[in-house]
């Protein structure tokens, strides 16, 4: 098993860790910091130090209780047991967090001002991020009023903090998982874990977020996507 740093701590940009396993081309550390990906959001990059060598991380995987970091060793060489030092490019995982809270953000307050709004997915790149909501009354000519509405709220500032509930705690929350899988999963999980923007959202997320909304800048809506009836599509970039 893989002790997930990145879930009570999504500030930390350097560990030390054991290389458990060799798969040949990724390694499985006893710890990481490395978030995997997962519900639109990238997979950390970085490095592993390991004696005089720098060893590229680009891609990690989640399988199970265990996470892979796919590395640039040399072939034939078995480096289980060995002590390492893992970086992540702070950077990108910086940038990524700070979509993923503006899209929580963005979620609360369409859902406080337009009730019927439901966003059914989103995708985060390092230049813009998008969401699609289910709300047929959703058009262009609305989103300078939201692009307002969000970065308003911005400028307030919310604390946001990772809370672990029971399932039991959990299932009395409505609306904690706001998609079918992530309704499936909450089901199978014995402690769930929650991320609150204070006195606005609460949902169940396996992701990194800032500490507080103000770091999120401000966002600037760039392109409005008319994807169907239950389909809207709206892309913004941090500004």
């Not at 959001?41 to 891609?59: A, F």
């Amino acid at each position: 098993m893989t002790e997930l740093l990145y879930l009570k701590d999504s500030y930390i940009k350097e560990f030390a860790a054991e290389i458990i396993d060799d798969l040949g081309d990724s390694v499985i550390l006893d710890k990481t910091a490395f978030y995997p990906g997962g519900g639109g959001q990238p997979n950390d990059e970085g490095w592993l130090l390991l004696d005089e060598k720098r060893l590229d991380v680009k891609k990690v995987e989640k399988r199970e209780d265990l996470v892979l970091h796919f590395v640039n060793k040399d072939a034939g060489t078995n480096i289980s047991g060995k002590k390492v030092k893992g970086l992540i490019d702070w950077d990108k995982r910086y940038t990524y967090m700070k979509y993923h809270t503006a899209i929580h953000l963005l979620d609360a307050l369409l859902r406080k001002n337009f009730g019927k709004a439901f966003l059914t997915g989103g995708q985060i790149f390092l230049e813009k991020a998008r969401v699609d909501v289910d709300y047929p009354d959703l058009n262009k000519t609305m989103m300078p009023e939201i692009e307002s509405m969000v970065n308003n709220e911005i400028k307030k500032g919310r604390e946001v903090v990772v809370r672990f509930l029971s399932k039991e705690e959990a299932e009395k929350i409505p609306d904690l998982a706001r998609t079918k899988p992530g309704q499936e999963l909450l089901k199978k999980l014995e402690t769930v874990r929650v991320v609150e923007i204070v006195g606005l959202d609460m949902q169940m997320d396996g992701g990194t977020h800032v500490k507080n909304i103000n770091e999120i800048g401000g966002i600037r809506i760039t392109n409005f996507e008319n994807k169907g009836s239950h389909n809207k599509r709206i892309e913004f970039a941090l500004v």
